[in-house]
């Protein structure tokens, strides 16, 4: 049986995969942090940073880990009306928002991560998606966060009392450094012992535990840092969108979040980035067409599985023989 | 490629007739690994041959590949005077081959009957649940328990039973005696001498060449997936030293 | 605290008639589980379609309700075959996490179809003359249509375990399930097999869409949410057992039903609680065998 990702590299390449890598990485940055002077859309840049980040985060967890989950717009939503809550009821800085609405997320992932990691494979997918639908139901009766309304009209607020960030280009950068910083912490996790272990974990999980791993505390602990950086995400992007919606803890979303892994390339560094932005632009420009934007992302998702399940930056990956 | 002597040739028929089934270069992988290189064999109609063998020489690979539930094979398979080397697994089984797998495959799930009954009827001539009893009297009272409750004996001989019925007249054993006592052993060895008696063609694949010598007419010795010798059940005292060294024992 | 008998029952009703949903979903995802080794996410799409199903039969050929209930489910399960034919057999020797995503793809495409043509509101299916009205029982006024669904379904959910516990047909299921390679060398057409398992299953979600087609009204996505439960429900019970699927199914829609009563606020989420508990205590599911 092959494993969910199929981009991992063979080990004995002639280039150091990680020199690779940090061209990439260089490249990614130049490139975005030019963005704001090239007279592309800034909000559309800053939605598809944060989407990016949360799509590497839930790669971290099935590119990695080999855990699917269903549920990631529980911690996306659930980081974003706290912080929404945070900065409109609170009044508190939008540093201190931030780290509330991560905070949170931290939380939940603690709670449901001791919950889901007790089954694995499908079952964790299907117990994810139940515990992100109950959450759902909680925040819709829920007062604090106005049901169907969502939390509305956020300031966005001094940061550190002195960065703008109702100027969209300081605000800009400061998604942008926040994008950066979670992907840097992903990228250290997956290179460090512990991404190691965890990939030992997804290729062969008893001889992990015969190795004398607790198996059980690694898909944990990257269940933890994966939704902690989900609602990382969720907190910038209350920023971007000004509001907190129902929208973003529905299972549509937790949809979207496997699309845009599954498109870029599941077990990428890379993949979860470039697939964020080509589902966020065809939702942008497919934006009038109403329904036919989810009959399309339906086709794709059986596209990708059934002929492209490297994805886009694992199939430049394959072909140049090159870890992206 | 360096090869020892390798003999290509058939040993004598015990019985006249034309080949039941007969293999040409057959290769066949699992994955990656290439497993048979290349094995030339015929097993003619009413005969019991044996391949024998070292674990892991290749014998279990080529009932597999006979029978089409091999990952990738290549090379002839004749049976019946049909190709069935590119058939589906169900289609083979069709044309009257049954087999019985090493760990005897008995279903969980099902109760001894269930298991009895599974394999369909794929000619008419199979034997009938009375002349089944009357072979294995054990699986008449055992008929309600859960397939897996059986003794070891008693699954393998479920596992024969279960083929019988089916009209196939060509049977693949693939280790019938493993892990049994030597009083079950020597009930097997009765039924497939009764089989042949009956007109059955038997590939019989074992490690006990004891065993295999007081049913088989004939042998192949299988090595690193191909044929390296032959030689009829007569011919068996000659070859013993010969054997001796193939088998390691 | 004083008991509304009247209300409370009606609440239980409608508790059994989720309940029988849940079972008829559960029990098709669990078949074809079993079969397959996928998890079928369009299961919710699936008992939508065969709701429309009906619906189409009735206001465009003049087919009524009791031909509908035969031939929705024999029509969407034709499609799901088709389905297994053309999609999902591609899928064998995958890790089972593909199946999940490739049928939740195909979810999203039916259920947006379907939304593109006829909106989010639902489509009125009126109860069939025979089962309108209700009896009055001494005890509680049971509207005939709801007894019947909670009948049905425990019938149709009954004679399932039949066929699979206790026939021949079944019997050759269970091999399969368990050793398709050795059931297929003893000349059983496995993949065929495997192609009407999936229409079976479709076709149980098929059913129940027409069931509730009067009582729910028909909508795109009204197997969206749904599936959720019923996914719910599967992680409960297990999938290892049909009995067992259906016990759970019955049983935890009774419990929404008397949450509905004493305590509504939770009676979205009382499953997923539920769930959770489970997990806690039970990480293997109430019924079903370590994964």
């Known amino acids: ?245 129902l929208t973003d803890v529905h299972w549509s979303m937790s949809g979207e979040i496997v699309l845009m892994t599954l498109v870029g390339g599941l077990g990428t560094v890379f993949g979860p980035v470039v697939g964020a932005f080509v589902i966020i632009a065809m939702q942008q420009y497919l934006a009038g067409f109403g329904q036919w934007v989810t009959v399309i992302q339906g086709v794709i998702f059986v596209a990708c599985v059934l002929t492209f399940r490297r994805g886009i930056v694992g199939e430049i990956g394959h072909y140049f023989k090159r870890s992206l | 490629m360096a090869e020892t002597t390798t003999l290509d040739r058939p040993a004598p028929p015990a019985s006249s007739g034309p080949a039941l089934l007969s293999v040409r270069d057959l290769q066949a992988w699992y994955g990656e690994s290439h497993i048979l290189h290349g094995m030339n064999f015929e097993v003619r109609t009413g005969e019991v041959v044996t391949l024998l063998g070292r674990n892991g020489a290749g014998k279990t690979t080529t009932l597999k590949s006979v029978m089409g539930i091999i990952g990738k094979r290549t090379g002839a398979i004749n049976f019946d005077g049909h190709d069935i080397s590119r058939a589906a697994s169900d289609k083979i089984a069709k044309r009257g081959i049954a087999f019985c797998p090493e760990e005897r495959g008995i279903f969980a799930s099902l109760d001894v009957r269930e298991n009895l009954m599974l394999p369909p009827q794929v000619r008419p001539g ?6 089944i009893f009357e072979l294995f009297p054990n699986l008449r009272e055992r008929l309600k328990s859960q397939g897996t409750k059986l003794s070891g004996g008693e699954q393998q001989m479920l596992a024969i039973a279960r083929i019988l019925r089916t009209g196939a007249r060509f049977l693949m054993l693939d280790e019938p005696t493993e892990g049994l006592a030597p009083v079950i052993i020597q009930q097997i060895g009765h039924t497939i001498a009764r089989l042949k008696k009956e007109g059955f063609t038997i590939l019989l694949v074992e490690q006990n060449f004891r065993f295999a010598a007081t049913v088989a007419d004939r042998y192949y010795v299988v090595e690193h997936g191909k044929i390296i010798d032959g030689f009829a059940n007569a011919e068996l005292e000659a070859n013993m030293d010969k054997l001796h060294t193939y088998l390691g024992v | 605290m004083s008991i509304n008998i009247q209300a409370l029952l009606a609440q239980l009703l409608v508790g059994l008639i989720n309940g029988s949903f849940y079972a008829l979903l559960s029990l098709g995802l669990a078949v074809i589980f079993g079969m397959l080794n996928i998890i079928n996410f369009a299961h919710g799409a699936l008992y939508m379609m065969g709701a429309f199903c009906a619906y189409f039969l009735l206001n465009l050929f003049g087919i ?67 089962l309108k009205g209700g009896m009055n029982l001494g ?65 149980l979600a098929a059913l129940a869409g027409v069931l509730s087609a009067p009582i729910n009204q028909v909508r795109p996505l009204m197997g969206a949410d749904l599936i959720i439960v019923v996914f719910a429900v599967v992680v409960i019970g297990g999938m290892g057992s049909i009995m067992g699927s259906i016990i759970t199914g019955f049983t935890l829609g009774v419990i929404e039903g008397l949450t509905k009563y004493f305590y509504p606020e939770a009676s979205n989420t009382v499953v997923f609680v539920l769930m959770v508990l489970v997990l806690l205590v039970k990480p293997s599911g109430l019924t079903g065998r370590a994964s």
């Open chain 3, 139 to 203: 005890f509680m006024f049971l509207p005939i249509y709801r007894g019947w669904v909670v009948a049905f379904s425990l019938v149709i959910c009954l004679l399932t375990w039949y066929l699979i516990e206790r026939t021949r047909l079944g019997a050759n299921l269970r091999a399969a399930t368990e050793n398709p390679t050795l059931v297929r060398a003893f000349g059983i057409n496995v993949p065929r097999m495997i192609t009407l398992t999936y229409g079976l299953g479709v076709g």
């Open chain 3, 64 to 130: 009524g309700y009791w031909w509908a209930l035969i031939l929705a489910p024999l029509i969407v399960g034709a499609f799901g075959m088709l389905m297994e034919r053309t999609l999902l057999q591609w899928l064998s020797g995958l890790d089972h996490l593909y199946g999940l995503l490739l049928t939740f793809g195909v979810a999203l495409i039916i259920q947006g179809l379907f939304q593109n043509y006829f909106g989010s509101s639902g489509l009125p299916y009126a109860i069939p003359d025979e």
């Open chain 2, 126 to 131: 199979g034997l009938s649940l009375e002349q």
């Open chain 1, 1 to 245: 049986m092959s494993t969910i990702t199929q981009n991992s590299v063979p080990a004995p390449t002639t280039r150091r995969p990680v020199r690779d890598e940090m061209i990439a990485l260089a490249l990614m940055t130049i490139v975005l942090a030019i963005v704001p002077f090239t007279g592309v859309y800034p909000f559309f840049v800053m939605q598809g940073l944060c989407f990016a980040l949360l799509a590497c985060a839930f790669n971290l967890l099935i590119g990695y880990g080999g855990l699917l989950s269903f549920g990631h717009a529980m911690f996306l939503g659930t980081a974003g009306y706290v912080t929404a809550h945070a900065l409109k009821v609170w009044d508190l800085s939008p540093e201190l928002g931030i780290l509330v609405g991560t905070a949170a997320a931290l939380g939940l992932s603690v709670i449901t991560g001791l919950i889901a990691i007790r089954r694995q494979g499908i079952y964790f997918a299907m117990i994810t998606l139940a515990l992100s639908q109950l959450l759902y139901f909680i925040y819709l009766q829920a007062p604090f966060t106005h049901g169907e309304d969502g939390i509305q009209g956020i300031p966005q607020g001094k940061m550190f009392g002195v960065i703008d960030l109702q100027n969209a280009t300081t605000l800009y950068f400061v998604v942008l450094a926040g994008f950066l910083l979670g992907f840097l912490i992903i990228y250290r996790a997956i290179n460090s012992p512990f991404g190691e272990v965890l990939k030992a974990i997804r290729e062969n999980e008893p001889r992990a535990i015969s190795l004398g791993y607790k198996t059980d505390q690694y898909k944990l602990l990257a269940f933890i840092l994966s939704g902690t950086l989900a609602g990382f995400a969720g907190a910038l992007k209350v920023f971007v969108a000004q509001n907190a919606s």
